[in-house]
């Protein structure tokens, strides 16, 4: 198992930027295809981005693309997503996972707040 800690949110005020990072612990995540996820209050966890581990094939959600970046280092074992211009339905508690129909346990994710 994988233990995933997910970091860098907060409140941020509309068309800003925020950086999260998640690092994984026990056992390396390289090798993995990876990707973020947000749930807000009320909503089913969705994917907001993926990458495969080699960083060739990325993958955004549509509400996010052209404004959301996911990238990788896989020497560090972390994972990032670069979100920039964010919008208040951006709210949400962000995860990441691998990118599986068996994830590994979930962290506990970092809250992001879009104030408008």
């Known amino acids: 198992q994988v233990q995933l800690v997910e970091s860098g949110g907060g409140l941020v005020q509309a068309g800003g930027s925020l950086r999260l990072s998640c690092v994984g612990s026990g056992r390396t995540s390289s090798g993995y295809n990876m990707a973020w996820f947000r749930q807000a209050p009320g909503k089913e966890r969705e994917i907001v981005a993926s990458?495969?581990?080699?960083?060739?094939?990325?993958y955004y959600g549509d509400s996010v693309k052209g404004r959301f970046t996911i990238s990788r280092d896989n020497a560090k074992d972390t994972m990032y997503l670069q979100m920039d211009n964010l919008k208040p339905e951006d709210t949400a508690v962000y995860y990441c996972n691998r990118h599986s129909t068996s994830p590994w346990d979930w962290g506990q994710g970092t809250q992001v707040t879009v104030s408008s």
């Open positions: 990458m495969t581990w080699s960083g060739a094939t990325r």
